[in-house]
């Protein structure tokens, strides 16, 4: 498949998204989220819901996410700067995904990452912000970096799980978590 193919097709299943969930009862916002498949075939949306509100330039966040949001986790450096495989199964992770808030030192660590993030096609999920404005801020600083709002606590049970309390971090799609990503050029990857 040809880079404007997959690029066309993504567009295309994130358009079709934004309409479905643009069509759910006004109602619908304001219950907290129900899982209603959590099994072997399940995938997070997160990841992908970062293409749907990526935009800068939306006037708001998509209709329906209640802020301030807030989690357990806190700013901070993994112990050891990296965590072993394991942790997520890597087939469903289609490229990296990051972990931050709107705190100082997510925009510091974001400044210092943001190329390599990019390279990586990286997309990130916010797991704190204080108000709509704060991921705005966030959200313009990411340089047209995919972000999501996240709510809900399952990202944030499986890394506490695993003894991770910190973010801004990483998660590689081998499924190594770290503070600092490489880039591919640094790997050797074209």
């Keep these: 498949m040809s880079a404007l193919h997959f690029w066309w097709v993504t567009r295309v299943l994130a358009r079709l998204s934004l309409v479905a969930l643009t069509a759910l009862p006004l109602a619908a916002p304001c ?3 129900t899982v209603i498949h959590d099994g072997a075939g399940s995938v997070p949306l997160g990841t992908y819901y ?3 509100v990526a935009g800068v330039d939306q006037p708001g966040v998509l209709p329906g996410t209640k802020f301030p949001l807030a989690s357990r986790l806190q700013p901070g450096q993994l112990a050891n700067g990296k965590v072993g495989k394991g942790l997520f199964e890597a087939h469903w992770l289609a490229h ?6 709107t ?9 210092l990452h943001r190329q390599t993030l990019t390279e ?10 204080g108000s709509e404005t704060d991921y705005k801020d966030l959200q313009a600083f990411a340089g047209g970096l995919s972000l999501a709002p996240v709510r809900g606590d399952w990202l944030e049970r499986k890394l506490m799980s695993a003894g991770i309390t910190v973010y801004p971090l990483v998660v590689m799609p081998d499924g190594f978590i770290t503070n600092s990503p490489s880039s591919p050029s640094a790997l050797g990857v074209q």
Excluded: M, N, Y
């Design 103 to 111: 705190d100082k030192l997510s925009f510091q660590w974001l400044q």
């Design 120 to 129: 990586l096609g990286a997309s990130g999920l916010v797991i704190e912000a």
């Design 31 to 33: 219950a907290d989220l």
């Design 50 to 52: 970062g293409h749907l």
């Design 96 to 101: 990296p995904i990051f972990v931050l808030g």
